[in-house]
């Protein structure tokens, strides 16, 4: 299995209500590829976690970087996971209140913008956005 993350700028706006649609579609899409993970839409800024085998994801991410209703700033992947983190979302839509609650979305904006400079690329940067997946993946169990 293989982990993604990525941030993206929408090219126009969209409201509370298109944001639920576009979850919902792709929770339904995503179920019958086994495709799992979460979207957080804050600030004009999605932030988008999946996770699934790595052809499968591969093609996902395909058409979400050709989709022309948003640009995506920056992508950061993890190969070989060992268990999703997410196993029941297939695309939850997390709140913004919630990540803003577990101070996980200004922290994961930040650290992901900030890895747009290759200085920064390294395992340490790395390391502090997945402890931040963790900590909303950790929550949805109840942990």
Request: aromatic share 10%.
């Amino acid at each position: 299995m293989q982990a993604l993350i990525y941030i993206s700028n929408p090219s126009e706006a969209f409201t509370p209500a298109e944001i639920r649609l576009l979850s919902s579609d792709s929770s339904s899409k995503n179920a019958v590829k086994g495709i799992t993970g979460f979207l957080c839409f804050h600030h004009q800024t999605f932030i988008q976690y999946i996770e699934g085998e790595e052809k499968i994801l591969a093609e996902l991410y395909q058409r979400i970087a050709n989709d022309s209703r948003h640009t995506i700033q920056f992508v950061l992947t993890q190969d070989d996971i060992q268990t999703p983190r997410f196993p029941a979302w297939q695309m939850k839509l997390i709140e913004s209140e919630l990540m803003s609650e577990l101070s996980v979305e200004p922290f994961l904006h930040k650290q992901l913008a900030l890895m747009k400079s290759s200085s920064l690329l390294d395992d340490k940067w790395q390391n502090m956005i997945w402890r931040g997946v963790d900590i909303v993946a950790n929550h949805a169990r109840g942990v």
